[in-house]
């Protein structure tokens, strides 16, 4: 056994206790638990899943000029010629790029899938830090 690693695992456990003590002598544990139901995300300003999506610009497909789609239930409706499109036809028009919900700035987005997923699975501001995801990371 490589006694470096022992030394690190040990220092990695009272770390680990140091955090957890706090909470075992605190009676009120449990409704703290629930209070944050995610630990992992609640340092950063952010949504989670489809439903969640930013704002969206798009191209219509009839004339080319750009659609906003406020969120992902509302109906693609150009607002220069008559082409209307139902929320669930969004990925098979072309984004333009998703909107910044917290402060309107462009963000950018990415596919962590390309195989499977053809529209943008996560999208970053990079003025206020606003991060929106479509799975969960974990
Ligand atoms: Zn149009
Ligand atoms: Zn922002």
Redesign the pocket.
Known sequence: MDDRFGRVFRGVKRIVDLLVDPLRKNPNAAKFDLSIPEAHTTTVDGDTGWASRPPAWVTCPQCGSDIHQRDVHETIDCPRCVATYAPNEFAELELKHLQ?P????VMEDGIRHPNVFTMPEWAT?H??H?HWEFDHLF
Do not use: A, P
Not at 102 to 105: D, E, F, P, Y
């Open positions: 910044c917290v402060c309107g700035n501001c003025r206020c606003y």
